[in-house]
DNA sequence: CTGATATCATTTGCATACGAATGAATTTGC
DNA sequence: GCAAATTCATTCGTATGCAAATGATATCAG
């Protein structure tokens, strides 16, 4: 709409015709969340992203509590809980009692989550690549860097 | 881990010690949109931001059927039913069978929508921009026009 | 040593999110 | 005009994701 019609239209205040869902971050990045999540899931189908970061990180890390693992990832107790009993039931990580603190869960990768976790690291490059695909070099570095700044 | 010691461990393959969570788009789109859910909530605690965009796309497009509605902003027809369920139990939505087609489920703003809409709006200006903040007003533009270029 | 505090994990409840199957109603193709 | 295909909505199952409450264990303060 033109300024001009804008102005011929005062009962329709500014706040209104000006407010573009497309402008505001929370909805392009929950589309843009979306898109990467269709590219995963047609690459990896038998693993989803919180899953995969679970035992990248394990794999970086070693051993650890379930929580402190959680945190590794950005996730909460509620959630990794989820995420590892799942990986747990399909045999890609086992599970241990502190033997210093029973409080702690122990989580460690098994043969089959670190055979798993080779045989799918060149398709998560792949789907980053894929994801990114719609920009320049330049453009995807400076959209991670930028995505790192507000994460 | 220099290039040196890297060397020095050939056991540990190249792809294992390079992969790093961090540098993979889905990883860090999922932190920065938890970021953006902490600060919706914090300002918005009795709306979600998938209840609000659907009200805002409300009122942008007037009535349509709920299936419409999603795609307007990228819901499939299971996810958009439960968000609509719950803006009609608060009475944010008004519901009626359309009178050609009696598959469709026309969607309406009620007045109290409204009016709940237009207190919110400027709480999501204030959310984008808190979120945003760690970037410059370039840094911003940049964002947001690499995050639409993928989503 | 012991009561208060803190930490780790679990559980429950709620809200997205998507795939797949289903049923109802409409449109299309012939 | 009617069978086939399509569209709209619903339901079910699975998987995050977070808040809040709970229980078990460990640590700390006095």
Redo the contacts with the bound molecule.
Sequence with gaps: MSIAAKAARPERAAAEEDYRLEDHIGFVL?KA??RH??LF?ARIGDL????F?ALARLEEVGET????L?ALI??????I??????LKTRGLVELDT?K????????RLSAKGRETLARLRPLAFAITEETLAPLTGRERASLMRLLAKIG
Tied chains: 1, 2.
């Design positions: 929950r969340n979306q999540l269709a899931s989803t992203p919180p899953q970061a509590s379930q929580n402190q959680g950005a996730m909460d107790a509620a959630t809980k989820g995420v590892i009993d799942r502190h210093q603190d029973r409080r702690r869960l122990v989580v």
